[in-house]
């Protein structure tokens, strides 16, 4: 079962790696660029035979939330991408509020 933490957090494949950076899939244009080292779905024969099916169902559950909801915290709180290390990666726990737009 390959380490995905070894390469998600690998410090020559990226430039920040212990921050959430979205640059990382950009080029200098700004254009979307597919990075090698960013394995979602895990990798040789235990990768995900559905991972086809999950990009479109995340796209189109992601795409509606935002359409329907603006997404907030509480005033001055700064939510952090630290999260508890196990078996899986897992976020603290935290509150956020979804209000109708």
């Avoid at 933490?5 to 979205?22: A, C, G, I, Q």
């Avoid at 995340?58 to 509480?74: A, I, R």
Wanted: aromatic letters at 14%.
């Amino acid at each position: 079962m390959p380490n995905l933490t070894s390469v998600l957090f690998d410090k020559t494949e990226w430039e920040t790696p212990d921050t959430f950076n979205p640059g990382h899939f950009l080029d200098a244009e700004g254009m979307f660029v597919r990075r090698d080292a960013f394995l979602p779905f895990s990798a040789g024969k235990r990768a995900c035979l559905g991972e086809g099916l999950a990009r479109m169902e995340l796209f189109l559950f992601v795409v509606s939330l935002c359409q329907k909801f603006y997404f907030s915290t509480l005033d001055g709180l700064e939510l952090s991408t630290e999260g508890v290390i196990g078996a899986t990666r897992t976020p603290y726990p935290f509150k956020i509020y979804a209000h109708a737009r």
